[in-house]
Nanobody, 116 residues
Framework: QVQLVESGGGLVQPGGSLRLSCTASGRVFGIWPMAWYRQPPGEQREFIAGIYPNGETKYQDSVKGRFAISRDNNKKMVFLQMNSLKPEDTAVYYC??????????WGQGLQVTVSS
């Protein structure tokens, strides 16, 4: 009943920028915490940024000062602005929404490759 669709991934050179978008649709009533996770090749999925309905944000230390999460509650969207990208940022990026009863939904995943 809930779908998250991501867009904006791709190939970028080190030091470059990308902006990821995620749109929620279906039975999403109200405003819920949303977040971005990533899974580097051969590694576990990890939390990188989250945002609460009131706009409060959290970041993994490795992306603080480089990434910025934001949301548009009216459009039910969450964004991840990624600046000063490094090769170690290469991963599949997933958006997430946490709803009532600890129910979570995930986006389809976007490949972000940082390489020269």
């Amino acid at each position: 009943q809930v779908q998250l669709v991501e867009s904006g991934g791709g190939l970028v050179q080190p030091g470059g920028s990308l902006r990821l978008s995620c749109t929620a649709s279906g039975r999403v009533f109200g405003i819920w915490p949303m977040a971005w996770y990533r899974q580097p090749p051969g590694e576990q999925r990890e939390f990188i940024a989250g945002i609460y309905p009131n706009g409060e944000t959290k970041y993994q230390d490795s992306v603080k000062g480089r990434f910025a999460i934001s949301r548009d509650n009216n459009k039910k969207m969450v964004f991840l602005q990624m600046n000063s990208l490094k090769p170690e940022d290469t991963a599949v990026y997933y958006c997430n929404i946490k709803m009532a009863g600890s129910v979570e939904h995930w986006g389809q995943g976007l490949q972000v490759t940082v390489s020269s």
